[in-house]
């Protein structure tokens, strides 16, 4: 489904990631861990194409496609999900109108026709329950107020309400206690199926108790250093990131 | 001959013409003696350091519309509140239309300045409260106070609440080449008593109109007015609006205002606060192109302690437009615990659009809490690439976003008829096509 091939990203002119090379197949998760610093939100923000990620080498080939040129909703209506680490708060619309909006925007771009208001309500009403968000919250503004679990927990009802075939969980465990966390791992695992992908960027073992990868991958200064399967991420806990340097 | 001088040398026939014997002619001829004297202001002013009058005062204005238009309710009714039941005051060129009103006696009154300045059963209230709010020196108020004549005239006596809102509407229908209209409103809200009222100033023409309003407002013990403001006139008319806001303790005074439309349009909001446990909210959103200008100047004067006020103005500029913000807050040396807040947020589509925003401070007492806040910049790049990494298009976004920073201001308007309204009178201007019904 995606390759990345010796992707070279830098942010400002300054080098972040120095030739990257990682391939998930459909029905994969992969777990991309290392320490502050590492690169792991570049490699995230870059594949969802940011623009001010400049990719200076590599390519991004997404289901046999180059997808440097594409910007973030063109990726985003090829099937590219990214749930961010710190969620923008925007006061004046709603989580309900938010997702609307965005559903239509991709149903449009993929020449389809726009989604009835009662399939769209039933939709929300369903994956809301399998997040355990209540209607209340769907008619806040988006992100204002919201606590940090609120908040993860609305990134991955967008990635339920979207049904994206690659999304990128950028760092979805931090700011969650351990009853938010467990919620939004169970969102995740109900997600996943064999014609779709995730992949997990984690500082901390913590989430992989919770959503099981088939491969875990060290970055270290801009490098896959490392990679290996789950057990990798207990060795990483117990030894810390400085004997694989 | 300017205009200025015109409207002095037909001061004498306006007077003769209505009532010599009226209560108030002391007023409007010392009035117009103001005005002789201060004239017309100009970019010397500190006040008008933004503003240009120049292109607005250079027509050749009637000053009295000569006939009486009458208007088909089926051609205007879009000006009008959709769904809503509520009382009218409408005026045509100046004239009241009793056709399109729907007025009331029946315990309150929701009427005209021209019958309250002139019959006897409201001698009282016009003695106690007509232009006692008014600002000597200011050149506007001073005219509109000479050839106060016509207007809204609200009375609504202790402990009613009023359960439908009250329309205020000027229409101008352009049978005169270029016209100049002078309102005067007056609204008395005594104490325990709530009203919500809507005022909008609407031609129907593309010849210049000119409309230099003034409204008085009381509110008195524990009463509470929502007052809303519509701007969305047509690019030929001008607006100067004068408004004085007298409240007395445990009172609440709403003003919203919704600057869209118009040429030139300058609102000078003013509030006085007379006793203790006051709430004074001001809020406004302006959405401008091309060559238009709105400058908001406010002035909250704080006289006594406890007593708060709130100022949310929000601005997206486009086109050549210019805005201005100015707001003065005055704390004086009693006024102890004051909380005054203001905010004036600003996003500049283009580089050709200006916005001048200027927060002036005089603060005399030692334990208050004073806030400031004037931003102005682009759209938040962090918040275009979220939207845009959930599938939403770059333009798309980028409406979408300025449509919920003016939307965010719309949370504290209690009429859901003027509410959907604005809403779509936003996404127009903004070209925001919307996933979602408004």
């Known amino acids: 489904m995606l390759t990345i091939d010796n992707l070279h990203v830098s942010v ?55 997808i440097l040129e594409l910007a973030a909703e063109e990726r985003a209506h090829k099937g590219i999900f990214m749930s961010f680490q710190y969620p923008i708060v925007i006061p004046g619309i709603t989580v309900t109108n938010f997702i609307k909006t965005a559903i239509n925007a991709n149903l449009r771009a993929r020449n389809e026709d726009e989604m009835p208001a009662n399939k769209m309500l039933k939709k929300i009403r369903e994956k809301a329950e399998l997040l355990e968000i209540n209607s209340q919250f769907l008619s806040r503004s988006l992100n204002e107020g919201f606590s940090g679990g609120e908040k993860k927990r609305n990134e991955i009802f967008q990635m339920a309400m979207l049904e994206p075939s690659l999304s990128i969980l950028d760092e979805t465990d931090s700011g969650l206690d351990i009853d938010a966390l467990k919620i939004v791992a169970n969102g995740v695992n109900k997600l996943k199926n064999k014609d779709n992908a995730v992949i997990l960027i984690t500082h901390y073992q913590r989430l992989l108790d919770y959503i099981v990868p088939d491969y875990v991958h060290v970055l270290h200064e801009g490098k896959i250093v490392k990679s290996g399967g789950k057990e990798l991420a207990h060795e990483l806990d117990e030894k810390g990131y400085d004997w694989i340097k | 001959m300017p205009l200025a001088d015109k409207l002095v040398s037909s001061f004498l026939a306006f007077e003769l013409d209505i009532n010599f014997q009226s209560p108030v002619h002391n007023i409007r001829t010392n009035a117009i003696k103001n005005f002789e004297k201060l004239g017309f202001p100009s970019k010397k002013l500190e006040d008008w350091k933004y503003t240009s009058l120049n292109k607005v005062l250079k027509e050749d204005y009637t ?235 406010t002035l909250v004067d704080h006289t006594r302690p406890n007593c708060e006020s709130h100022q949310d103005y929000k601005g997206i500029f486009s086109g050549n437009s210019t805005g201005v913000f100015n707001g003065k807050i005055i704390v004086n040396k009693i006024a102890q615990k004051t909380n005054a807040f203001q905010q004036n947020n600003n996003i500049l589509l283009n580089d050709k659009s200006t916005i001048n925003s200027k927060p002036q401070l005089e603060i005399f007492a030692d334990d208050v809490k004073c806030s400031h806040g004037c931003t102005i910049g682009q759209l938040d790049q962090d918040a275009l690439f979220y939207l845009r990494a959930r599938g939403i298009p770059k333009k798309e976004a980028e409406a979408l976003l300025t449509y919920a920073f003016a939307n965010n201001v719309l949370e504290s308007v209690n009429i859901p008829g003027l509410k959907s309204r604005i809403k779509k009178i936003i996404a127009n201007k903004l070209n925001v096509k919307l996933g979602f019904d408004l």
């Open chain 2, 63 to 297: 000053l009295f519309s000569k006939k009486k238009n009458v208007l088909d309710f089926k051609n205007v009714k879009d000006f009008f509140l959709d769904n809503t039941e509520s009382y009218k005051i409408v005026f045509v060129d100046g004239f009241y239309d009793p056709f399109l009103s729907q007025t009331s006696h029946d315990g309150i009154d929701i009427c005209i300045m021209s019958a309250a300045l002139t019959k006897s059963k409201y001698s009282s209230i016009i003695k106690k409260y007509f232009n006692t709010s008014v600002d000597k020196n200011e050149s506007f108020s001073q005219l509109n106070t000479a050839f106060s004549k016509e207007g809204a005239y609200v009375h609504i006596p202790k402990n009613i609440i009023l359960e439908k809102p009250i329309e205020i509407i000027h229409f101008a229908t352009g049978n005169e080449s270029a016209l100049m209209l002078q309102p005067r409103n007056l609204i008395v809200i005594e104490e325990s008593s709530q009203a919500e009222i809507i005022e909008t100033h609407q031609s129907l023409t593309e010849n210049p109109i000119f409309t230099n309003s003034v409204t008085e407002i009381f509110v008195a013990k524990n009463a509470h007015l929502d007052y809303y403001k519509l701007q969305n006139d047509r690019l030929s008319s001008s607006l100067i609006d004068n408004t004085y806001i007298s409240q007395k303790r445990d009172s609440n005074a709403k003003i919203h205002t919704f600057s869209f439309g118009g040429k030139l349009t300058r609102n000078n909001l003013n509030y006085f606060q007379k006793g203790s446990y006051i709430n004074s909210t001001m809020k406004g959103i302006t959405i401008i192109d091309d060559n238009q200008l709105v400058d908001h100047h």
């Open chain 1, 12 to 66: 400002e002119g300054k080098p972040i990631l120095n030739g990257i090379n990682l391939d998930v197949r459909a029905g994969e998760i992969h777990a991309i861990m290392g320490p502050n610093g590492s690169g792991k939100s570049t490699l995230s923000l870059a594949i969802a194409g940011n623009e001010d990620y400049e990719v200076t080498k590599g390519d991004i080939i997404y289901k046999n496609e180059n």
